[in-house]
């Protein structure tokens, strides 16, 4: 029966370590062609370079103005991850710790968007903002992240929060803290493995969106990298090079965040999860 269960243990890790390398070929054929040139990729697109040359994305740098796009990327997400974070934990503590009965319709309002699709309201979404004159704007895309990703945050950290001992609240209270200050200094520093995860999970969806910048931003002075990447391969889509570097360039700084940082995921999920 042990030498079953060690067979069985066995051919679980090679499927799962198969599973694994089926995932990233597409990620590693990108990154070995990215190196070659439009030849090289024809000729053998699933071969090693030649030569490990970093011309294709010095090239790609300088074509697809890749600064001012990253900049734009970054503000983007920075100030859209910090106002989900603090609004929604501010939001779902307003949740639990009033009992309000307005409270569990808004709350339940907010869970039951998560199931409506953006796609059903983009336009809408586009037409109202556009009447407006709001879109073409950074911060009015920040403001539309925000609204679409206070929901979740809202969900996690309202599970969270619920585990929370009113006592800690209430001695912070006694020595003469405002409810603001008893949720900045004793509350939110509890919720942060939630935070974390919240905030790596936003910067990925927030720094690889294509959809929402594409309707909101139409100018190329406010584009993001990833529409900046898709105005690049129109123009230069027939070196297959470039393409693959300039894709490279536009997710390596999402990869380097995430294994930075990815170790809160699964926990910060899962405690929230466990505790809603």
């Given at each position: 029966?042990?030498?079953?269960?060690?067979?069985?243990?066995?051919?679980?890790?090679?499927?799962?370590?198969?599973?694994?390398?089926?995932?990233?070929?597409?990620?590693?054929?990108?990154?070995?062609?990215?190196?070659?040139?439009?030849?090289?990729?024809?000729?053998?697109?699933?071969?090693?370079?030649?030569?490990?040359?970093?011309?294709?994305?010095?090239?790609?740098?300088?074509?697809?103005?890749?600064?001012?796009?990253?900049?734009?990327?970054?503000?983007?997400?920075?100030?859209?991850?910090?106002?989900?974070?603090v609004f929604s934990a501010m939001t779902a503590y307003l949740f639990v710790r009033t009992d309000w009965r307005i409270n569990k319709v808004m709350f339940f309002a907010m869970v039951a968007s998560m199931l409506i699709p953006f796609?059903?309201?983009?336009?809408?979404?586009?037409?109202?903002?556009?009447?407006?004159?709001?879109?073409?704007?950074?911060?009015?895309?920040?403001?539309?992240?925000?609204?679409?990703?206070?929901?979740?945050?809202?969900?996690?950290?309202?599970?969270?929060?619920?585990?929370?001992?009113?006592?800690?609240?209430?001695?912070?209270?006694?020595?003469?803290?405002?409810?603001?200050?008893?949720?900045?200094?004793?509350?939110?520093?509890?919720?942060?493995?939630?935070?974390?995860?919240?905030?790596?999970?936003?910067?990925?969806?927030?720094?690889?969106?294509?959809?929402?910048?594409?309707?909101?931003?139409?100018?190329?002075?406010?584009?993001?990298?990833?529409?900046?990447?898709?105005?690049?391969?129109?123009?230069?889509?027939?070196?297959?090079?470039?393409?693959?570097?300039?894709?490279?360039?536009?997710?390596?700084?999402?990869?380097?965040?995430?294994?930075?940082?990815?170790?809160?995921?699964?926990?910060?999920?899962?405690?929230?999860?466990?505790?809603?």
């Amino acid at each position: 029966m042990k030498a079953l269960r060690r067979f069985a243990s066995l051919v679980r890790h090679v499927a799962l370590y198969a599973l694994f390398l089926v995932y990233l070929s597409p990620f590693f054929l990108v990154l070995l062609n990215s190196f070659k040139s439009r030849r090289e990729i024809i000729s053998n697109p699933f071969g090693f370079p030649p030569e490990w040359s970093l011309q294709n994305f010095i090239t790609a740098f300088q074509r697809m103005g890749f600064v001012p796009a990253f900049l734009n990327s970054l503000v983007i997400t920075v100030f859209s991850v910090i106002g989900i974070a603090v609004f929604s934990a501010m939001t779902a503590y307003l949740f639990v710790r009033t009992d309000w009965r307005i409270n569990k319709v808004m709350f339940f309002a907010m869970v039951a968007s998560m199931l409506i699709p953006f796609q059903a309201i983009m336009i809408p979404l586009v037409r109202i903002y556009g009447s407006l004159g709001m879109l073409n704007s950074r911060w009015s895309l920040v403001y539309m992240y925000l609204g679409f990703g206070s929901s979740f945050a809202v969900f996690l950290y309202h599970g969270f929060i619920k585990s929370i001992p009113k006592e800690l609240e209430e001695a912070a209270m006694i020595d003469g803290c405002s409810r603001l200050q008893v949720f900045f200094r004793v509350v939110f520093p509890l919720l942060r493995s939630t935070t974390l995860s919240l905030i790596i999970l936003n910067v990925l969806w927030i720094w690889n969106d294509f959809l929402l910048p594409s309707l909101v931003l139409i100018s190329a002075n406010n584009r993001t990298l990833p529409l900046t990447t898709f105005h690049f391969h129109g123009t230069y889509s027939s070196d297959y090079g470039l393409l693959m570097a300039s894709l490279m360039l536009t997710i390596l700084p999402v990869i380097i965040f995430y294994v930075a940082l990815q170790q809160h995921i699964i926990r910060g999920v899962m405690e929230g999860a466990i505790k809603a």
